[in-house]
């Protein structure tokens, strides 16, 4: 039994750390999260004082601003819609090339993989059982001539 030996290189410095993040992902430190925090209750406080002073003041300046926001929905909902019209276009191309470049591809696959099976196969039957027999008899052989030329050992 051989004793295997380590040694440790005094520059190598070994951290006991978390390991670091992958190659262009940052991890948000704590005050781009307490910014974020900061940032989302500014938003809904100016949210909730909007919607306030819209249902106190006067019916006119609520109508108004009822029809703004009907038409950002509207817009919204026409570019979800385009969106929408987008993935179903893009579905359709992969779909396509699934049928039309991958499933041709698999099929030669497959065929080249039978035709492997099938020489694999005529080899083993033609080439491999001959040799294999061959050698048995080869081995018999010597063991006949052994015994001959050496009957008591």
Do not use: Y
Not at 57 to 78: P, Q, S
């Amino acid at each position: 039994m051989s004793e295997e030996v380590t040694k440790t290189d005094p520059t190598i410095k070994v951290e006991t750390s978390q390991a670091a993040p992958a190659e262009g992902t940052q991890q948000p430190n704590k005050a781009q999260i307490i910014g974020i925090a900061v940032a989302a209750v500014l938003f809904i406080g100016l949210i909730i004082t909007g919607a306030v002073l819209l249902l106190t003041g006067d019916a006119n300046t609520a109508a108004k601003w009822r029809d703004v926001f009907i038409i950002f929905m509207a817009l919204e909902m026409l570019v979800i819609g385009v969106a929408i019209v987008i993935l179903m276009v893009q579905l359709a191309v992969l779909i396509n090339l699934l049928q039309n470049e991958i499933r041709p591809i698999l099929e030669s696959t497959n065929q080249t993989v039978n035709t492997v099976k099938g020489t694999a196969e005529f080899l083993s039957k033609n080439v491999s059982d001959p040799v294999i027999k061959l050698n048995g008899a080869l081995a018999g052989l010597k063991q006949l001539i052994n015994l001959v030329k050496h009957p008591g050992e």
